[in-house]
């Protein structure tokens, strides 16, 4: 049944009329979970904090800003008068992600999100998936991102249109599947994954995400994005049903996808949990790899120099394999790295303390009072903002360059400050410990094996001088477009041809 757009107008507008009332009655004066006043920014709306602002102004922006006044650890004003604590300071970072890890959980509202999705038990997706990421699996799913990456080289050489090789590989190597995105018409999966980053946001949806993290019923109105949502959903299970009815067969030369191994250690789950299992990697896989490989190919566009190094390095390798894209070529590692740095697909993440606990830092910080404290302790429901975007960007960090893109980085001593994380090659991109992406070593193998064949072959450079038209887009992941497009356009020649 068509769902008229007054509906969700009015359904929002009455919702947010009552919960409001319940809201001021329930949180003023708001209950503080923190036993000590930290700064932090001043409070631009009761109603909204800053989650509403976070939608339009990039997050490492206000973080950077407010690293740089208040230290590594500050209050944070959110929805409905609460406040959360930022923190980028890397001892406390540890205790979160590792030390004491399982006392911080998803916010109820962004749980709802995540799981009208994906599969968002992490301790069981770990469990069930990693003994699907072993090494010899790793080698053998690099030679499917190498085929595909081919593929998408054929088919530029035929033709030069917009193409991504993000959907082919995920399915081949993820679950032995073939969606045919590169070679024939993109399959209705790929359609909605590329439209979700790329549709814009109704005012609707923007006062549902400023509002979900306290009231997580919003999650359930009628809007376009919960109907997009379900429209994803049973197009993703029904790829699985597909997927699990062929994965008894073993892929082209005895290979096995990654979904066959994960499902041959995981038999005492149903059904349901493994078509979950298989959604997850389509959803997580694809739109991150494929965004991060858009914003690649924009910033080595904008650097020339870099480009040229890159091919240099590649053009020793004619025919690239795992270990030649795992030791063998330094500069491309160090070009994947500076891209992950400068262009993370998560730009936070947030957890709720379960119980009282008391936060170690690496820096004393200054609470509002003026005293100077080495520890924060919370009470129970205390709210965490990680800023990951600034994590990876802050130039209290990473020195002055930070917002540049420098691979070169990668060869030299990295400051000190950034080898305090002690997170994969002291990037917060992945996340860190037990919660930290399982699927780490499967992304960056691929983008290695897509970016070394394209840049082999192909030169790419901006649609307008310095590429001064593109802007990133927030969607599930940030998203470079060109103004007037869904998407990004570059100027593209084939090596050889011009």
């Not at 917009?162 to 082919?168: F, I, N, R, S, V």
């Not at 096995?256 to 059904?271: A, D, H, M, W, Y």
């Not at 917002?403 to 992945?430: G, I, Q």
């Amino acid at each position: 049944m068509h769902i008229p757009d007054v509906t969700a107008d009015n359904a929002v507008a009455s919702a947010l009329a009552e919960w409001m009332i319940v809201a001021y009655d329930a949180y003023m004066p708001t209950c503080s979970h923190t036993r000590i006043k930290l700064r932090g920014p001043p409070r631009p709306s009761w109603l909204y904090g800053y989650n509403k602002i976070f939608l339009t102004t990039p997050s490492a922006q206000l973080h950077e800003t407010w690293q740089a006044k208040y230290g590594d650890a500050y209050s944070l004003p959110v929805a409905v008068g609460e406040t959360r604590i930022a923190l980028l300071d890397p001892k406390a970072l540890v205790w979160v992600f590792s030390s004491n890890v399982y006392n911080y959980v998803r916010p109820v509202g962004q749980s709802k999100l995540v799981a009208s999705l994906v599969w968002d038990d992490h301790k069981r997706i770990r469990k069930t998936m990693m003994p699907g990421f072993t090494p010899a699996a790793l080698r053998s799913f690099t030679t499917v991102f190498l085929e595909e990456a081919y593929h998408v080289k054929d088919a530029w050489s035929t033709m030069f249109s917009e193409q991504k090789g993000g959907l082919d590989s995920i399915g081949k190597a993820g679950f032995g599947h073939d969606f045919a995105s590169v070679t024939g018409e993109k399959p209705l999966i790929q359609k909605l994954l590329d439209s979700f980053g790329t549709s814009r946001q109704s005012p609707i949806t923007a006062l549902v995400l400023s509002l979900v993290h306290a009231f997580p019923i919003l999650v359930d109105l009628p809007t376009k994005r919960k109907v997009f949502r379900d429209k994803l959903r049973m197009a993703m299970m029904g790829i699985a049903t597909d997927i699990l009815e062929e994965s008894h067969k073993v892929g082209e030369e005895g290979r096995k996808s990654l979904i066959e191994n994960v499902l041959s250690r995981s038999t005492s789950f149903p059904p349901i949990h493994h078509s979950w299992q298989i959604n997850t990697i389509m959803f997580a896989g694809y739109d991150t790899t494929s965004t991060t490989l858009l914003w690649a190919l924009h910033e080595l566009s904008l650097n020339p120099t870099a480009q040229s190094k890159l091919r240099e390095e590649l053009s020793q390798f004619h025919e690239p394999t795992y270990d030649h894209l795992r030791e063998k070529m330094v500069y491309l590692d160090a070009v994947v790295k500076e891209v992950l740095r400068l262009h993370p697909s998560i730009v936070e993440i947030y957890w709720n303390a379960i119980k009282d606990d008391v936060l170690p830092l690496a820096r004393p910080i200054t609470t509002a009072s003026g005293e100077q404290i080495s520890q924060i302790p919370i009470k129970g429901g205390q709210g965490i903002t990680v800023p990951i975007e600034a994590l990876v960007r802050s130039p209290a960090i990473w020195g002055e360059d930070s917002h540049e893109f420098r691979p070169e980085r990668w060869n030299e001593h990295l400051p000190e400050r950034v080898r305090e994380f002690h997170a994969w090659s002291n990037l917060w991109t992945f996340g860190d410990g037990p919660r930290g992406c399982i699927g780490r070593t499967f992304a960056i193998a691929e983008l290695k094996a897509v970016i070394c064949i394209l840049i082999q072959n192909f030169t790419f450079e901006p649609l307008t001088p310095g590429g001064k038209d593109v802007r990133r887009v927030p969607g599930v992941t940030p998203r470079p477009v060109n103004d007037g497009s869904h998407g990004l356009k570059l100027r593209v020649s084939q090596i050889g041809m011009d």
